[in-house]
Structures are given as C-alpha cells and as structure tokens.
C-alpha cells in the first residue's frame, strides 16, 4: 500500500462543465503522475510532477492541466469536460527518486461525461 | 509501430495449466521492464520485476531478452485466482518515461 487515496472515486458530469480530480498521498513522495486507461489504448500519461510546482506534460495532455501547491495533493483539472474525456483516471507514484524504481497507483477515478 | 506490443488475448486456460504471454518491445534503451497485474475495475499493482537473468517469484517466472527485445511471464499450475490482465511495463532512464503495454486478459477456468 503505497498510501495513495483518490477523489471522488466517481463522477458523472455533463460536458462543458470543469472537473477537477485529486490524488492525495501521505509518505512525502517527490513523483506523482496521472495516467487515463481506456479500452484498447492501455494506460496514457496525461500530466506528471517532480515536486511542489513541478509539472510537466505527458502523452495526452491536451485539455487537461494539473497543479501541485503541496507535496502531498496533484490536482487533475479538465478545464471544459467532453465526452472523450470519459475514463478511468489513476494517480501513481514512485516511492524513491531512484531510477530503477516503478509505479504505484492509486485506486482511480471512474469519470462519465455526458 | 507501438513501443510495446502485448497479445491481447484473452487467454482461456483451465486451472493447473501452464500459460505463458510476452511482451514486445522496440527500442532498446529500455533500462527495467516489469509485470503488472490488473483486476477488474481495481488499479494495476506490481508483480514482479524482471531481470536479464531470469527470475521466479512462486508459480511465476519472468525472462528478458534483449537481443531479441521482448519479456515473458510463465504462470504454472494457474489458480482460478489468477484471472487477471497482466500488465507489461517498461521503464527508461528518466522518471518521466514509463511505457505501459495495452494487457493480455487471462481468464483460468474450473
């Protein structure tokens, strides 16, 4: 258990509306990632942080942004939902800055957008 | 061409089957290669790593091999417990790039 939480759990929105999605970890861990997973396409790297105010983007960062004003919460906003944007969202982790070190997801976010 | 390819199956198998499924890979700075595995609607979580010399955890046993870029996971005795999507991963000298396969769903019957 990599202590990572996610919220909420499920949404259901309509599109045009702003959606913001949260990862919350408790160990001070420096990396945090949010990936989207879809049918077909696996999991896609969406926006990435090396820390407090560190972000970058990833593979499908269009129409997202994200912000991390504190090392524990990365915040996932979809500033205008679509439908395409419907999916599963996880948030990870890796629990060292060592190179070799892999993932830990969170439990993810089920979003439906209408 | 995807920088990694998996089988999507799915893998039907009756329990105590031996099943095995790889993952293919195309560029060759890949520095750590992992398996995960993903229940349904749940997260993916890791496992197990994969080094170049072959490694076992239990039933299962994951290989690498560089020269001819792909991995491997062989379960033995599959457990109806084992149905799963089993996750390639591949991890390149930055943090910033990790590669996940699209899955090979593996479903052990009575």
């Known amino acids: 258990d990599a202590g990572i939480t996610q919220s909420p759990r499920h949404k259901v929105t309509e599109t045009g509306t702003p959606v913001t999605l949260r990862c919350h970890q408790t160990?001070?861990?420096?990396?945090m990632y949010w990936y989207r997973q879809d049918p077909g396409h696996g999991l896609r790297l969406i926006h990435y942080?090396?820390?407090?105010?560190?972000?970058d983007k990833g593979e499908v960062s269009d129409g997202y942004s994200v912000s991390r004003s504190k090392t524990e919460d990365f915040l996932l906003t979809l500033e205008s939902a679509t439908s395409s944007q419907t999916s599963v969202y996880f948030c990870?982790?890796?629990?060292?800055?060592?190179?070799?070190?892999?993932?830990?997801f969170g439990p993810g976010t089920r979003l439906l957008v209408l | 061409r995807k920088e990694v390819e998996q089988d999507p199956g799915p893998f039907n198998v009756p329990e105590g089957a031996t099943v095995a499924f790889n993952c293919t890979y195309s560029?060759?700075?890949?520095?750590?290669f992992f398996w995960y595995r993903q229940d349904c609607r749940k997260e993916p979580k890791l496992l197990m790593s994969?080094?170049?010399s072959g490694n076992e955890d239990g039933r299962f046993t994951a290989q690498l091999n560089r020269a001819s870029q792909y991995i491997s996971l062989l379960i033995r005795d599959s457990k109806l417990s084992d149905s799963a999507t089993y996750l390639c991963?591949?991890?390149?000298?930055?943090?910033?790039?990790?590669?996940f396969g699209s899955g090979t769903r593996l479903s052990i019957r009575p």
């Open positions: 990870a982790i890796i629990p060292r800055e060592l190179l070799q070190e892999t993932q830990y």
């Open positions: 160990e001070n861990h420096r990396y």
């Open positions: 942080s090396y820390g407090v105010k560190d972000t």
């Open positions: 560029n060759s700075a890949s520095q750590s």
């Open positions: 994969v080094y170049s």
């Open positions: 991963v591949l991890l390149y000298s930055s943090a910033s790039k990790i590669i």
